[in-house]
């Protein structure tokens, strides 16, 4: 299984919800990523856990909130954003940094 | 910090053609990793090539080669025999070694003409 999975795959909420975002990895991959894709842009980093802990934050809002619950899911907690944050969010896995990243398909994120 | 260019924001190819897709990058580092990554409209990014900087060998995976210019720190894509399902962002991206941050560039939209 090479796959990682996102769910949802579109979502759509208002500025005053809580939501999260989920990634799954069943490859035993030991770093989780997170990143934020503007339309016809490169995806921008956001958070890296190794081994479930928390490695690298881009220094980003704190509205955004990572957690990595087990080796096998990450999840991205959302609360109060605004529609600037409206983007495609993806998860990515990798055994080591400098292997193979796989990507989810995004989840499509829509602040309303 | 590392940084990775990607002058070519749209480029388009025939059908069966080849084409060249070109990536350059600033390091001082002797330990790092170059990849192409490929993102369809389906939205998933999906690895194309991998090449490690202490290998003089260019990397081939089928239709997609890269020559590796480590002097020049140029990165380029070839792409044989173009097919319609090339066409997708291609990304070149940067890894240190040890580091699990990827720089992307900022993509080229490849459009295949039937």
């Known amino acids: 299984d090479t796959e990682v999975t996102q769910t949802p795959k579109h979502l759509v909420m208002g500025m005053t919800n809580k939501k999260s975002l989920k990634c799954e990895q069943h490859?035993?991959?030991?770093?989780m990523y997170w990143y934020k894709q503007k339309a016809k842009k490169p995806p921008e980093l956001m958070f890296v856990?190794?081994?479930?802990?928390?490695?690298i934050n881009e220094s980003v809002p704190s509205r955004f909130s990572p957690e990595c619950p087990n080796s096998s899911l990450l999840n991205l907690h959302l609360h109060a954003l605004q529609p600037e944050d409206s983007a495609l969010y993806l998860c990515?896995?990798?055994?080591?940094?400098?292997?193979?990243?796989?990507f989810g398909q995004g989840t499509r994120l829509t602040v309303v | 910090a590392q940084t990775v260019t990607q002058s070519q924001p749209e480029m388009s190819v025939q059908e069966a053609e080849t084409v060249t897709l070109s990536c350059t990058y600033d390091?001082?580092?002797?330990?790092?990793?170059l990849f192409w990554y490929k993102q369809p409209p389906s939205r998933q990014m999906i690895l194309v090539i991998r090449?490690?900087?202490?290998?003089?060998q260019n990397a081939t995976e089928n239709r997609f080669s890269v020559n590796f210019q480590k002097a020049a720190k140029s990165f380029s894509l070839k792409i044989s025999d173009s097919q319609l399902g090339d066409a997708a962002m291609y990304f070149c991206?940067?890894?240190?070694?040890?580091?699990?941050?990827?720089?992307f560039g900022k993509g080229t939209k490849l459009t295949v003409n039937p």
């Open positions: 990515a896995s990798s055994d080591r940094g400098y292997t193979e990243a796989f």
């Open positions: 490859m035993g991959h030991r770093a």
């Open positions: 856990y190794s081994y479930e802990k928390l490695s």
């Open positions: 390091t001082s580092e002797s330990d790092y990793y």
């Open positions: 090449q490690e900087a202490y290998k003089q």
């Open positions: 991206a940067y890894s240190q070694g040890g580091s699990e941050k990827l720089v």
